[in-house]
């Protein structure tokens, strides 16, 4: 028998605000000195109150709005009641019936089989609370300490409806959301860091059946590769049960990276009793413009996002999926090929452009333009980004700029560079981010292409060469090659191998 799953995901990211959300300790949990940014309100010290950080409700509400939710109109803030050691306070202040966002939803890239697919998976709610401490453990386990400069930082949870049905889409969807955030400069969401995490609901029923299965929870899933590998041996362990006639059992499970295999932490007991009710200490918030929460402006100020970029790409630039993910997997990147691109064909719009790259109206040729576009992704998507990662640079720290990247490109799709040249060049650009005519005129690597100076240069080859080009003429075709040899070292190898080929052919006719 098949077993179809059902998956939910229930999202945490920091905000990157500046202070946290109900105080002005400073925000900043990865990288001070352990309970260094910690107030008395953040403590959860005696006759303190806590006033909301505007920044972190604005936050919310641009995911909210990119994720096309309906923003309440009017919102609250609950207490949370649990007790545990990282949780000052002995409550979270976070929301429950009136969140900020609900019923929203994110389109995911799955590749389909014939071409480009999109799935959409709907968001059931996205709220604001605070994170609780960090316990920390000694390494022989007997000591336990407590970091709260996390205590009272500003998260955001998602959850999704439980719409997906494989651990690729699991995935797909905690990428793209986490692409989104970092669109938004909403959340850096490095899960490495514990600025986002993931927790998988997944259950199996049998195919066809409208009951839903035993369901299972995920927890500390610390990579989305870990969620998808996790998601997928769930799916297949709860299959192998319900295949014998047994039952799944109803627990919490963790990731047991060594194994590649997940493992019973806590079965369920009875549904926490969490005695939510609404925060006293802090008021109900309209959202309203008059009340500083100006959503159409925040609309319009909102950049393009991943999904709509996607989507461009493949239109403008005949990307397929892989590509065009590639490109926009960081908006800067997407930016400088942008830029390279319309450099390149700046430069091809001026004078001293060869002639045949426009057409008599002096507009680009249709050939050129798609020429430029395909060599400018080309050398960004393989040259540019292997670069970066062999030497670990961020496309923020890059020497070369976008100008100087197009018109590299300018110099390759005219001929004069070859395409070796063109990456002795672009390793000199790379580290020095001189500019790439002023590196080819000093190493002497501008291609000649020109017909004229080739053609002195092969009848002098054809002079000396007397037994190659009698072998040639005898029908042996590699004399041919012999000779383009030939041409290129008396060129110094600067000739245009192919024109040179082609003009000796000609000659030797
Ligand atoms: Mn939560």
């Known amino acids: 028998m098949d077993y179809t799953p059902t998956i939910g995901l229930e999202i945490h990211a920091h905000l990157n605000t500046r202070?946290?959300?109900?105080?002005?300790?400073?925000?900043?949990?990865?990288?001070?000195?352990?309970?260094?940014?910690?107030?008395?309100i953040c403590m959860g010290h005696p006759g303190v109150l806590p006033v909301a950080n505007k920044e972190a409700i604005d936050k919310i509400l641009q995911v909210g709005l990119a994720l096309k939710c309906q923003i309440a109109d009017h919102s609250k803030f609950d207490r949370k009641n649990y007790f545990y050691p990282d949780l000052p306070k002995g409550y979270q202040i976070s929301q429950y019936d009136k969140p900020f966002c609900e019923n929203g939803y994110i389109d995911i890239p799955i590749q389909g089989e014939r071409g480009e697919e999109y799935k959409r998976i709907d968001v059931e709610r996205i709220h604001l609370e605070?994170?609780?401490?960090?316990?920390?453990?000694?390494?022989?386990?007997?000591?336990?300490?407590?970091?709260?400069?996390?205590?009272?930082?500003?998260?955001?949870e998602l959850?999704?409806?439980p719409v997906l049905s494989s651990a690729l889409e699991a995935r797909k969807f905690a990428e793209e959301l986490r692409l989104i955030l970092r669109y938004l400069n909403i959340s850096d969401a490095d899960m490495e860091k514990g600025q986002m995490r993931i927790e998988v609901n997944l259950s199996l029923a049998p195919e066809g059946s409208k009951e839903l299965g035993t369901k299972v929870e995920m927890k500390n899933l610390n990579s989305l590769r870990v969620v998808e590998d996790a998601t997928a041996y769930e799916i297949e362990r709860q299959s192998k049960i319900l295949e014998v006639g047994e039952k799944v059992i109803q627990e919490t499970r963790g990731w047991d990276e060594n194994k590649q295999q997940t493992f019973s932490q806590r079965s369920k007991e009875e549904a926490h009793d969490y005695r939510y009710f609404p925060e006293p200490d802090l008021p109900p918030i309209t959202i309203s413009a008059d009340n500083g929460f100006d959503l159409d402006r925040m609309l319009k100020s909102m950049p393009e996002l991943p999904q709509a970029k996607r989507n461009r790409f493949m239109e403008e630039f005949g990307h397929n999926l892989e590509t065009a993910d590639v490109l926009i997997e960081n908006s800067d990147l997407a930016n400088y090929f942008e830029g390279s691109v319309s450099e390149a064909l700046h430069w091809l719009q001026q004078d001293s452009a060869p002639a045949n790259t426009r057409d008599a109206d002096g507009k680009i040729t249709a050939e050129s333009d798609k020429k430029i576009r395909e060599l400018t992704t080309n050398y960004i998507v393989k040259n540019l980004r292997t670069l970066l990662a062999d030497t670990g640079t961020g496309i923020k720290n890059l020497k070369i700029t976008h100008e100087n990247f197009?018109?590299?490109i300018y110099l390759i799709h005219t001929g004069n560079l070859s395409s070796a040249a063109a990456r002795e060049v672009l390793d000199e650009m790379f580290d020095t981010g001189k500019d790439p005519s002023d590196i080819m005129e000093e190493r002497g690597l501008k291609q000649v292409s020109d017909e004229g100076a080739l053609e002195q240069i092969i009848e002098e080859v054809i002079a000396k060469q007397e037994k190659a080009v009698n072998d040639f003429k005898n029908g042996e075709e590699s004399a041919l090659k012999f000779l383009i040899g030939q041409v290129m070292a008396q060129s110094k190898g600067s000739a245009n191998p192919q024109i040179a080929g082609e003009l000796l052919k000609k000659k030797l006719k």
């Open 130 to 156: 605070e994170d609780a401490g960090r316990l920390v453990h000694s390494e022989d386990g007997k000591e336990t300490y407590v970091d709260f400069n996390r205590a009272g930082v500003p998260l955001m």
């Open 406 to 408: 197009g018109e590299l």
């Open 159 to 161: 959850v999704t409806k």
């Open 19 to 40: 202070t946290k959300l109900f105080c002005g300790s400073l925000n900043n949990p990865s990288d001070s000195e352990p309970n260094t940014n910690i107030c008395a």
